[in-house]
């Protein structure tokens, strides 16, 4: 069965303190892995797509990396505006559906 | 539109009363999909469309559900008999293909008192 497991539930850092979410899945034909955020109140905002393992993707203070298990997104020297819920999904081959995760909620304090 | 559009923003309906609720996605892009997110929790899928056709329905929790496309553009996600579970955020996205990147809407926050 499809699935995605994102670790830590819930993350705090301080301003400028790095530091990185984990992404772990398991599923059918990996046509892509995705990482969006999301403010309160809002959808889901795209941030990277991920197609093979190995593949890195840079976003300002963001970057993402893709294992063949699991992917990182790793925040370097965080602001207070990168606060959100951080989700990851999968795209599967098997049976083309976007599998999401239960996401990080990160909260960066001044 | 510049991005996918959701309406309403927010519904308060009874229990028991038959909601509808609007997706209007991103110019050409031929896949739309229907989430729905609880609170702390990420989207869970409900049906997708390719096209005018519902592609995969196997999300959708039981017969009170039911979604259209009839131009492959617009879509509703329409709810009968509605019940408090029912009550969640619904999201629509859409892309040009499913393999191609999904772009969200803002949602439809649903609640049924």
């Known amino acids: 069965e499809d699935q995605v497991t994102q670790s830590p539930e819930a993350l705090r850092l301080q301003e400028g303190e790095s530091s990185s979410l984990n992404c772990s899945y398991t599923?059918?034909?990996?046509?892509?892995l995705f990482w969006y955020r999301q403010d309160p109140g809002k959808g889901p905002e795209f941030l990277f797509t991920?197609?093979?393992a190995g593949e890195e993707k840079e976003k300002e203070r963001l970057k993402a990396t893709l294992t063949k298990k699991e992917s990182f997104l790793h925040i370097t020297a965080p602001k207070p505006e990168d606060s959100a819920t951080y989700l990851c999904a999968v795209l599967s081959g098997a049976t083309n559906k976007l599998i999401f995760g239960t996401g990080t909620l990160l909260a960066v304090q001044p | 539109g510049a991005g996918v559009s959701q309406t309403p923003s927010n519904k308060v309906t009874e229990k028991g009363k038959y909601v509808e609720l609007r997706c209007d996605p991103i110019s050409g892009h031929t896949a739309l999909y229907w989430y729905r997110q609880s609170l702390g929790q990420g989207p869970e899928f409900l049906i997708y469309f390719q096209g005018t056709g519902a592609a995969d329905d196997s999300g959708l929790p039981n017969d009170r559900f039911f979604a259209v496309r009839p131009e492959g553009s617009v879509s509703t996600l329409k709810i009968q008999r509605t019940e408090r579970g029912d009550s969640a955020v619904y999201l629509c996205?859409?892309?040009?293909?499913?393999?191609?990147?999904?772009?969200f809407g803002q949602g439809t926050r649903l609640t049924v008192v």
């Open positions: 599923v059918s034909g990996l046509r892509g």
């Open positions: 996205a859409s892309s040009l293909g499913t393999d191609r990147t999904a772009f």
């Open positions: 991920l197609y093979s």
